[in-house]
């Protein structure tokens, strides 16, 4: 049974980074074409994709928020790390991760996003 | 970037059929997933690859995908289906969201 725990802070102030963490456990980002996400959901708004990380180390990024994200993974512990610089209060967000196995379909990458956490609650104010 | 456009919201009886929609340019050249989320609780996996159902998703829950519209319906509409649906697809290795489907019954 997959599942996905995230955790970190509930409350950043602006311009702190924030640093979360996917705990993870019955899958590996050992295993080809396994791999982790992070979404966000704004109070009221849709989600927001992130980032993603592959069993192989490809990275993938919002274009929107590249220059103040960087994922990593610890495979050995079973955890995916998500780093948000220069935090805002328009980052408030309840923060998933969640597992996706790689699909290449028609011409391109195409996975869904198979398992969730439950999400961790991230508020950001001073 | 690419954009997914769905109904703010739509309503149907228990017992009856629901039909969300999600709309992009030239959308049924790519796959597309479905998300159920209910408050307070974690996002799941309804329908992938246009019309692929997870396990332990039931039967009234399909899926289409032509043109520029991609279809969710719930056959046989019950009251936990009450939820916003969102649709997801892959543009130039980027995920996007649609905007959201409220779904209520009433």
């Known amino acids: 049974q997959v599942t996905l725990r995230e955790s970190g802070p509930a409350l950043v102030k602006p311009t702190q980074t924030l640093t979360l963490t996917c705990t993870f456990s019955?899958?590996?980002?050992?295993?080809?074409?396994?791999?982790v996400t992070w979404v966000r959901q704004a109070p009221g708004k849709a989600p927001e994709w992130l980032a993603l990380?592959?069993?192989?180390?490809?990275?993938y990024y919002s274009p929107s928020l590249k220059t103040r994200l960087t994922i990593s993974k610890d495979t050995s512990k079973n955890q995916v790390i998500l780093r948000m610089t220069n935090m805002d209060p328009v980052d408030t967000a309840t923060y998933y991760c969640?597992?996706?196995?790689?699909?290449?379909?028609?011409?391109?990458?195409?996975?869904?996003?198979?398992?969730w956490g439950q999400g961790t609650m991230v508020t950001v104010s001073s | 970037s690419y954009d997914l456009t769905q109904s703010p919201s739509v309503s149907v009886s228990p017992g009856q059929t629901a039909s969300v929609t999600c709309s992009g340019d030239k959308l049924g050249d790519k796959y597309v997933s479905w998300y159920q989320l209910k408050p307070g609780q974690s996002p799941v996996l309804v329908i992938y690859q246009d019309r692929e159902r997870p396990s332990g998703i039931p039967e009234r829950f399909s899926g289409s995908n032509s043109g520029n519209t991609a279809t969710l319906t719930i056959s046989g509409t019950q009251a936990l289906d009450e939820a916003d649906y969102y649709c997801q697809a892959w543009d130039i290795y980027t995920v996007v969201f649609g905007g959201g489907t409220k779904l209520t019954v009433l």
């Open positions: 990380i592959d069993w192989d180390g490809d990275k």
């Open positions: 969640a597992q996706t196995t790689y699909f290449y379909g028609t011409g391109s990458r195409e996975d869904s996003f198979d398992i």
């Open positions: 019955g899958f590996s980002l050992a295993t080809r074409k396994m791999g």
